[in-house]
C-alpha cells in the first residue's frame, strides 16, 4: 500500500535543489514514509493540502482551504513526525503537520538565524 502523501522529495524540485544523502533503497524510502498511513488525511483529498493543481486560487479561498487543513492536521496522530519530515526535506509545498509552506519557511529561518 502506498502512503497518500506523496514525498515531494522524489522529484526534482523548481531550481534543481534536492536532497542527495546517501542512496536508499525503495524499501528504505517506504518505511521511512510508514507514518503517512495513520495520517488523518489519508482518505482525503490532496488538494485540500496543496490547492487545486494548475490554478491559482483567490487569496480567501486559500486561507480557507488552508484553515480546513490544519483543522485536520489538529487531530492527526502522526503530525509531529509530519512536521518533522517536512522540515528535514524542506517541502516547499502544502501543509504537512499542520504547518502551511510559508510557516515552516519562517520556522527554517529562524532555526539558521539561531544557529548563525
Ligand atoms: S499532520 Fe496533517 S498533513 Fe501530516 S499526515 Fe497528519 S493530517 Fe496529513
Do not use: H
Not at 20 to 36: F, G, I, K, N, Y
Not at 95 to 100: E, K, N, Q
Request: net charge positive.
Amino acid at each position: 500500500m502506498l502512503p497518500t502523501r506523496r514525498p515531494r522529495t522524489g522529484r526534482a524540485r523548481p531550481g534543481g535543489r534536492r536532497r542527495t544523502s546517501a542512496p536508499r533503497t525503495l524499501s528504505t524510502e517506504l518505511a521511512a514514509l510508514d507514518w503517512q498511513l495513520e495520517g488523518a488525511c489519508r482518505e482525503l483529498n490532496e488538494e485540500l493540502f496543496f490547492g487545486p493543481p494548475q490554478t491559482i486560487e483567490q487569496r480567501t479561498e486559500r486561507a480557507a482551504r488552508i484553515r480546513e487543513a490544519k483543522r485536520v492536521c489538529a487531530r492527526c496522530p502522526v503530525s509531529q513526525r509530519c512536521l518533522g519530515y517536512a522540515l528535514e526535506n524542506e517541502e516547499e509545498f502544502g501543509v504537512w503537520g499542520g504547518l502551511s509552506e510559508l510557516e515552516r519557511w519562517e520556522l527554517l529561518a529562524e532555526r539558521r538565524a539561531r544557529r548563525g
